[in-house]
Each structure stands twice: as structure tokens, then as C-alpha cells.
Nanobody, 126 residues
């Protein structure tokens, strides 16, 4: 049974940093494309960042480029989203996602991912 479990969300001041983790089980993690999405209150879920080890691709939403970093530890089956210089607009529930077969052109697409975590809340206060 595949399971993704996020952790690390909390209240943080604007300009601060936060590290989100997502632990995967029941998968051969090194084969998986991984991604982070987020959903703010009253808005649709949106793409944040993704990594495909198979294609060597790492991509980011323009809104987080230069501030967020996605990484993975295949030995531990963990993906991480390091978030720096947080802004009010980063307040959202953050979801990790994974799937074994995601072509590069679909890395930003929610429908490309088979497995999702339950979400972790990040609140940025100014």
C-alpha cells in the first residue's frame, strides 16, 4: 500500500524559512517523479515544484523560483521542500505527490500523479 505523509507545516513569520518533508512507503522511491502542490483558501490547488530523477528534471513555479528548493533522499524515501523568504502568498495547505511514470511535459499537472499526501498547513504571518 502506497502512502505519502507530509510533516513540517506550521505558523511562520514573513521572511522566515520552513522545511516540509514527505515520507513515502510502499513504493520504489527512486523510480518516482515527485512534486509539491499547494492550495490556498478559496483557490484551486496549484503546482509548486517537481523532480524527476529519470529525466534529470527539476522545475518550479515562477512564484517560488529562487526561494524554494525541492530535494529527495532515495535511501530514506523522503522528499523535502525547503522554503525560504516566505511571503503572505505562500500561506496554503501543501501536498506532496508522486508517481512512477510522469513525462517531463506533465510534471506540473496534478492529474499526472497517482499518489498524494494528506497535506500540511503552512501559515505565513506578517
Amino acid at each position: 500500500q502506497v502512502q505519502l505523509v507530509e510533516s513540517g507545516g506550521r505558523l511562520v513569520q514573513a521572511g522566515g524559512s520552513l522545511r516540509l518533508s514527505c515520507a513515502a512507503s510502499g513504493v520504489t522511491f527512486r523510480r518516482y517523479a515527485i512534486a509539491w502542490f499547494r492550495q490556498a483558501p478559496g483557490k484551486e490547488r496549484e503546482f509548486v515544484a517537481a523532480n524527476s530523477q529519470r529525466s534529470g528534471s527539476t522545475i518550479y513555479a515562477d512564484s517560488v523560483k529562487g526561494r524554494f528548493t525541492i530535494s529527495r533522499d532515495n535511501a530514506k524515501s523522503v522528499m523535502v521542500l525547503q522554503m525560504n523568504d516566505l511571503k503572505d502568498g505562500d500561506t496554503a495547505t501543501y501536498y506532496c505527490a508522486g508517481s512512477e511514470t510522469v513525462i517531463v511535459s506533465q510534471l506540473r499537472s496534478q492529474s499526472a500523479y497517482s499518489y498524494w499526501g494528506q497535506g500540511t498547513q503552512v501559515t505565513v504571518s506578517s
